[in-house]
């Protein structure tokens, strides 16, 4: 029987919080477990209150769990664009073994090496993408264990964001009674999973079009090079339409999923809907053409904007075009307009799983399969196969400090010098 593993994802946003349970095997993804509930506390990405956004987060978990009979204890965490720096950094080691074979002690050394330069004290390191290593001089190598050199050098990326929005989403999800098992950048995580290689290569726009923002991510030569937020999401299209036809919010969101499409040219004038008018008992009756003109006027502004910092951030040609995802990215005709606007190639991506074909659960899935890649690639094993799960248990290894002692789990089997070198997160855990 072959090894089945479990990953737990966590994706909070502003307008919902998702919890999504996979089973990973033989590089496929089987969704065993969702937990999708609105979410409470958070505005534009960020946290405003812990309270809520700790019961939103137990909500979730908790209908997560009645769906699979499995008890959560740990999850990998994706973490808001907002305030994120991208910064070129460089490690360099001298290859140790005798016979000058690279190997895993080589591969964490040069990693630590470039995590060696001074990050202010307002911002805290989310994560290191290697973009290439350097074997005396030859370069363009993506793993460099198993060569024979005496130099080895790491080109990378190093993604830092803001302490405090950090810690604010860290202290929620441990309140949430959670351990966190990785953090990524949820639009690294995302990206990667939604855009083809040529697409990564070429040079794309990954948009999330989220409920309270909107979330820009470029890649370029396989990488990330670029992000970027936009305080704008679907929440705003849905306080319009609330505004305009005099409805309740919650009515407006309603209408906006079951009769809303973004192309003002291809909605319908036939079919006619009623619409409940707030603080009285009368109904009022529109067609889908009168709200595409209202959703409309809000999307080009979006996508007017999303322009604007694509040119901020000096991208000017995006050859593979743009990748739109998340929840606005549902609504019909929104591909359309996003071409008239931003005059290039536009797709929309939605996730092909059983239980999660929904643009909003991109971000849910791509970190599950970006930690699988990531525990592929560094060695690391998943936090235990699928039979104790089955149990309804969820066994969590504790965040394991770095150290230069070799340690062994409870079966006796020595743990990766990789997996801890990854483990960047522990001092938030001391």
Do not use: W
């Not at 643009?359 to 690391?380: C, E, H, M, N, Q």
């Amino acid at each position: 029987m072959s090894q089945q593993d479990i990953y737990i994802s966590l994706d909070i946003g502003s307008s919902s919080i998702k919890v999504l349970i996979g089973e990973m095997s033989e590089q496929q993804l089987h969704v065993i477990g969702v937990g999708h509930v609105k979410s409470t506390g958070i505005r534009k990405g960020a946290i405003v209150d812990i309270d809520a956004t700790v019961q939103s987060i137990k909500k979730a978990v908790e209908q997560a769990e009645r769906m699979t009979g499995i008890k959560i204890h740990d999850v990998i965490l994706g973490v808001p664009a907002n305030q994120t720096f991208l910064q070129p950094v460089k490690g360099v080691v001298a290859v140790n073994s005798e016979n000058r074979e690279i190997g895993d002690d080589d591969l964490e050394r040069v990693i630590e090496s470039a995590q060696v330069m001074s990050i202010p004290p307002e911002r805290e390191l989310v994560n290191l993408i290697p973009k290439q290593f350097i074997v005396d001089n030859l370069d363009e190598i993506k793993d460099p264990r198993g060569m024979i050199g005496i130099r080895l050098e790491m080109d990378a990326t190093m993604i830092t964001t803001s302490k405090t929005l950090l810690h604010n989403v860290l202290r929620c999800v441990e309140r949430a009674g959670l351990q966190i098992r990785e953090i990524y950048l949820q639009p690294l995580a995302a990206g990667y999973f939604a855009l083809t290689e040529d697409e990564k290569n070429q040079g794309t726009a990954y948009i999330d079009l989220g409920g309270g923002s909107t979330t820009i991510a470029v890649f370029e030569e396989g990488l990330l090079k670029h992000t970027g937020v936009i305080p704008v999401g679907g929440e705003h299209i849905t306080k319009d339409l609330s505004i305009v036809l005099k409805t309740p919010t919650e009515q407006a969101e309603k209408i906006k999923r079951q009769f809303g499409h973004a192309f003002y040219d291809d909605a319908s004038d036939d079919e006619l809907f009623e619409v409940p008018v707030v603080g009285t008992d009368t109904t009022d009756q529109y067609n889908q053409r009168y709200i595409a003109e209202i959703i409309g006027v809000r999307l080009e502004e979006m996508f007017e904007l999303v322009l604007d910092e694509l040119a901020r951030l000096g991208v000017s040609d995006l050859p593979g075009g743009i990748v739109m995802t998340g929840g606005v990215a549902q609504l019909e005709g929104i591909a359309q307009l996003a071409r008239e606007v931003m005059q290039t190639r536009v797709r929309v991506f939605v996730p092909d799983y059983i239980g999660v074909r929904d643009s909003a659960f991109t971000t849910s899935v791509g970190l599950i399969r970006y930690a699988y890649a990531d525990d592929k690639f560094y060695g690391r094993s998943s936090v235990a196969d699928a039979s104790p799960y089955i149990a309804a248990t969820v066994q969590s290894t504790p965040a394991k400090k770095q150290s230069q002692q070799v340690e062994y789990t409870d079966n006796g089997n020595k743990v990766s010098v990789i997996d801890r070198a990854k483990n960047i997160f522990n001092k938030f855990f001391e």
